[in-house]
């Protein structure tokens, strides 16, 4: 009989881990989280402590049973949940349940789940982390106490059932003050002059003009402004001799990217994957908790993904050189390791993300896995080998050209020697028009060589407004402000997402929607410290530091929560009541004589609605323009293109309890209608039946969500329930369902018949 028990929160996970332990050694799983904050009301004890009401989740007491009853007859309960904060809650929860009084209890902390990691672990555990746990008690209260105070003031204010959070509100505030940046920008004309020039030798190359006598020309803050101005540089260049007065050459290293840490794995696998940051992290879940290799069994692949440093410890350092060194030679592999170095914020005690041994090549692997596990898994390799691999070498040149008194300048560079960038070469968020890694090589030049114009061609240009945030740039936003931390990041994209704050446009770019847009201004004009970017990066700072048991949870909620309290109260009695009287919009009301349409919002969407009303009852449907300007339609502005079927007449976009449709015009004689599709939304989920597709959220005919395979027809998978991109804690299926009802609350189960996985979970309004 075993001896002593492994507790890990996963079946997946204790089945790897199982395989690495003898028979002294029974290995169980706690399926998740046991213990929570309850998800019908607030849970803190304000007026004592902020004592966080912890319960056992309903639909976990019967696992909480068979875990005591494991526990009962062991010498020692070691317990094995991941190695962060949230890991740590679940550690400190289970040992406060199955646990009897004097049983020996101890942490297993797994970076890796490999068989030499799980080993040593055994050999050298560690006690529990009371810091650890308190910090993300902390967190769990802060979050509360934002969410579930501040929602309901958005219930009486605004629209019932919106949310705000700690962090997701501080997300849409960034997006919202970016779509503003947009909306206000007056693109300005400028011009740039590109001369084609040929030397002695061939090709022809060319040169942008930089200087008009002593003014330097950038195109950012010194341009050239319009046509005329630019007629003017051509004729004061026309029959100019064209002089080579500088040539320089240099020697321009290019050094590796670090290996991923979690929000750059996010990042890069959006740039080159097109995987959302909740796909991305359900992925590598799945690769580190172990994957099924044939004979060998479950092996953990990768280090664990939650992490924030680029540390990588010295025995894989060595091992990656190793490995260059045979494959590519020894020009390859710098003379020392490539060391990077962590921002302050980083838990050392982490690795980055990297495969768990060299053994698993790709290659090797590729039999075993799912197309997307082998493409997140190379993608992790490929970074993790490149970071220690030679810097790559070019040769740059700069060549000065004058013609009277305009200077123009050539540069190009060629690769000597690719380097790292033999194996990868990191993605872009936006393209600038000159790609660094293009080879442009010049023709043999020197110092007073004459050339000969070909060609002078003026282009005009505009200024382009700063560009909206995809989910990978948002998330190196929210990273380069501090503000939340890897295991947060995907939560956040998904929160905002499935809420009607934010919506991705064709390009995937986040745009808020003009109730976000609302939402913020209400919540910062009440709640400035809340919505304040560097004043959650402060909190967030202050979370570390009880982790690092530097501060007392208690004293910094308390710190924190007076303020918030006042601000509260007030917003109780100032904020502004939108779903009374609406949003002003200006414009005058067409059916009374000093009425204003007001932007109002019900149940089937956004209308405008009279400010005179009960005395008015006149309302209207709308649009916006370029700059979210609100431009209301008249009814015969809302008759389309499209011809009834039955009758012959044009039809007319009409809205109802379902949204939009089209209804014939010549109601209510024609009563024909038609539902307007909406756009598909991504889900970042794989199609399970073809593991092509993607699952996208559709619409029904009577506007009911629903979800199915990307490929429709060729797939015909479908579901009601929402999928979200998770694995499942009992059978590590890549994804759960979600489904919310007013008598069960929200709850997540595992799509496959054969698993019994089924929890109450709290509802994603409060998450972030």
């Known amino acids: 009989m075993a001896k002593n028990l492994v507790v890990v929160e996963s079946p997946a996970k204790a089945k ?67 190695p962060d904060r949230e890991g740590e809650a679940i550690a400190w929860h289970v040992a406060e349940k199955i646990a009897p009084p004097g049983k020996r209890v101890k942490r297993l902390l797994l970076n890796e789940i490999t068989k030499k990691a799980v080993q040593e672990a055994i050999q050298n555990p560690a006690e529990l982390n009371r810091d650890l746990y308190e910090a993300q008690i902390a967190r769990r209260v802060l979050d509360r106490l934002v969410g579930y105070q501040l929602s309901p003031l958005l ?40 001369a084609t020039l040929e030397g002695q030798i061939p090709p022809p190359f060319e040169a942008r003009l930089v200087k008009v006598q002593e003014r330097r020309i ?71 908790m172990g994957v099924e290799l044939g004979d060998e069994g479950a092996v953990g692949l990768i280090t664990y993904m939650r992490t924030d440093s680029p540390r990588i410890a010295p025995e894989m350092m060595e091992a990656a050189r190793a490995y260059l060194r045979e494959t590519y030679g020894d020009r390859y592999v710098p003379e020392r390791p490539n060391v990077y170095r962590s921002a302050k914020t980083a838990q050392e005690a982490h690795e980055a993300i990297r495969p768990t041994s060299l053994d698993y090549s790709p290659e090797r692997v590729a039999p075993y896995l799912s197309r997307e596990e082998l493409n997140l898994y190379t993608l992790i390799w490929h970074r993790f080998l490149a970071s220690q691999m030679a810097p790559a070498l070019f040769e740059q040149t700069s060549v000065e050209i004058t013609a009277n008194t305009c200077t123009f300048r050539a540069s190009g560079q060629v690769l000597r ?70 295991s947060t990041y995907a939560s956040i994209m998904e929160t905002i997402l499935n809420k009607e704050y934010v919506q991705e ?163 209510p004689h024609c009563t024909n209608i038609r539902k307007q599709a909406k756009a598909a939304a991504a889900t970042g989920v794989t199609c399970p039946e073809c593991q092509q597709g993607e699952i996208q959220q559709k619409w029904s005919r009577r506007g009911k969500a629903f979800y199915s395979c990307s490929r429709y027809p060729a797939c015909a998978f479908a579901l009601w329930d929402r999928p979200v991109p998770e694995p499942c804690p009992k059978c590590h299926a890549p994804f759960v369902v979600e489904k919310t009802s007013k008598r069960a609350g929200t709850s997540r189960r595992c799509l496959r018949k054969e698993c019994d996985y089924q929890e109450a979970v709290e509802p994603v309004a409060e998450a972030g």
């Open 505 to 667: 446009d064709e390009q995937r770019r986040l745009r808020p929607t003009p109730l976000g847009m609302l939402v913020t201004d209400l919540l910062v004009g009440s709640f400035p410290d809340i919505l304040n970017v560097e004043f959650t990066a402060g909190m967030e700072e202050m979370l570390d530091k009880i982790e690092e048991g530097q501060e007392d949870w208690r004293r910094a909620i308390e710190r924190f929560y007076r303020p918030f309290s006042a601000d509260l109260e007030r917003a109780e009695k100032e904020m502004r009541d939108v779903k009374g009287m609406g949003e002003p919009t200006g414009i005058a009301c067409a059916s009374c004589a000093d009425g204003e349409m007001m932007l109002r919002w019900g149940r089937n969407g956004e209308f405008l609605a009279c400010s005179n009303y009960p005395r008015c009852k006149a309302t209207s449907n709308f649009t916006r323009d370029g700059q979210g300007r609100i431009i209301a339609l008249e009814k015969e502005q809302l008759v389309t293109d499209e011809v009834c079927e039955k009758c012959g007449r044009p039809m007319q976009v009409r809205f109802g309890r379902y949204g939009k449709f089209l209804g014939c015009s010549g109601y």
């Open 218 to 288: 950038d195109n950012k803050t010194v341009r050239i402004a319009n046509e005329t101005e630019a007629k003017e540089i051509l004729a004061h260049v026309e029959g100019a001799a064209w002089l080579v007065t500088k040539v320089e050459k240099r020697e321009r290293r290019r050094t590796p990217p670090p290996p991923f840490i979690t929000s750059r794995l996010q990042q890069e696998a959006a740039r080159k994957l097109g995987y959302s940051p909740a796909r991305t992290m359900s992925i590598a879940q799945r690769l580190y």
């Open 16 to 82: 790897t881990i199982g395989k690495y332990l003898g028979r002294d050694y029974q290995v169980k799983a706690s399926v998740g989280h046991i213990m929570d904050l309850p998800k019908n009301r607030l849970g803190v004890d304000i007026e004592h402590g902020f004592t966080a009401e912890y319960h056992v989740i309903q639909g976990k007491a019967k696992i909480v049973e068979e875990l005591r009853k494991a526990a009962k007859d062991k010498e020692t309960i070691y317990l094995a949940s991941d």
């Open 155 to 194: 219930w009486k204010k605004v629209r019932r059932g919106l949310s705000a959070g700690r962090v997701q509100s501080v997300a849409v505030r960034i997006l919202t003050e970016r779509e503003r940046e947009i909306q206000a920008f007056v693109p300005e004309e400028y011009w740039s002059i590109i």
């Open 417 to 486: 020697f690719d380097g790292f960038l033999r194996l990868y070469r990191e993605g872009q968020d936006d393209k600038t028009d000159e790609d660094e890694d293009e080879e442009t090589q010049l023709p043999p030049l020197r110092e007073g060589d004459r050339l000969r114009l070909l060609r002078l061609t003026p282009n005009q240009h505009f200024t382009q407004p700063p560009p909206r945030f995809t989910q990978a740039t948002l998330i190196k936003e929210l990273e380069e402000k501090g503000i939340g931390r890897p």
